[in-house]
């Protein structure tokens, strides 16, 4: 908004020339959603706590150490939402419709959850909307997030998979493309929801994913960068490092309030649109397969819980001794503190990988 109303007045106020610098913009993204997020958490939290009464039901086969979590509020990925909304629309050019579509997917979501945790919180068990539900309503806002994404990109890279370490190799899948994307929508929402399960566990990998997106998506829009690097240039998708910025200010703000002792859960209205939107950010940029290298963390956890499920199936056997797999460490006798720490060093190492596929081709 601030873009479109002040960059036209340049020519007789320069300073207003800095809103045509991506990086002044995502700078203000960051602060902007950071400082939101202060001002409206105390308020939110004791409004959720009033509302609530003891707060997101804990799973009796629980680690014995979540007993002590009762109580703490959830749906705290309200927070978030609307910091990162209200950021993202104040320094974004609302001309560009990528931004548009990646909002679809980041309140779509963020509906869908809020939907899950209201039912859980209302028949006051773990169980919330059924899955067969809440897969159709992502299906449902992903293809339309994904057929817009398609309509809004270049032709020649519309439907186009990018292969990482080789330079503008792409596979174009045609219309398969649409189940491709949502695999990677869907996928990445699932998989940062299974991995926010310990305070500051799944946000501090969000926002380091975020932050591996900001760059990327600001070498993928510049056409300069993205000739010298090897990479696909989309004419826009730099707009997506502003988004990518609401994104880290906003997780910043809100691990201020999940840290441990977490005062409050963003629940399934925060992971399931956090994921979504990283997902969404993948495909504008076309480095879908990247995401899974910088969110091999989140894709760490969700197979963890596949071989779980299919090891009981076929053999009647655990793989683990609780999945998703931070729960495994935390029944052998890992700290919460430890287990989180060391699962932020491995995001961090996961994001330093995928950044190096845009140099070695």
Known sequence: MLYNLLYPLAEDFQIFNLFRYLTFRTGGAVVTSLIISFIIAPGLIRWLRSKQGKGQPIRSDGPEGHIAKVGTPTMGGLMILLSVVISTLMWADLT????????????GYGAIGFADDYLKLSKKNSDGLPGRLKILFQILIGTAAIIGIIY?????????????????????????????????????????????GLDGL????????????????????????????????????????????????????FLWFNAPPAAVFMGDTGSLALGGVLGAI??????????????????????????????????????????????????????????????????????????STLKLR
Not at 96 to 107: G, R, S
Not at 163 to 190: D, Q, R, T, Y
């Open 202 to 253: 799944a946000i501090v990998p969000v926002a380091i994913a975020a932050a591996s997106f900001g760059l990327i998506a600001y070498l993928v829009g510049n056409v300069k960068f993205a000739d010298y690097l090897g990479i696909q240039y989309v004419a826009g998708a730099g707009e997506m490092a502003i988004l990518c910025g609401a994104l880290i200010g906003g997780a910043m703000g």
């Open 152 to 196: 809004a990109m270049p032709e020649q890279h519309d439907m186009a998979v990018a292969i990482p370490f080789f330079k503008n190799l792409f596979i174009n899948l045609g219309w398969f493309f649409v189940p491709f994307a949502l695999v990677v929508l869907i996928g990445s929402s699932n998989a940062v929801n299974l991995t926010d």
């Open 96 to 107: 560009n419709k990528y931004v548009w579509y990646a909002l679809l997917v980041l309140t």
């Open 282 to 355: 993948a495909v504008i940029t076309k480095h879908e397969i990247v995401l899974a290298i910088i969110g091999g963390l989140f894709v760490m956890e969700a197979v963890s819980v596949m071989a779980q499920v299919a090891s009981f199936k076929l053999t009647g056997k655990r793989i683990f001794k609780m999945a998703p797999i931070h729960h495994h460490f935390e029944k052998k006798g890992w700290s919460e503190s430890t287990i989180v720490i060391r699962f932020w060093i491995i995001a961090v190492v996961l994001a330093m990988i995928g950044l």
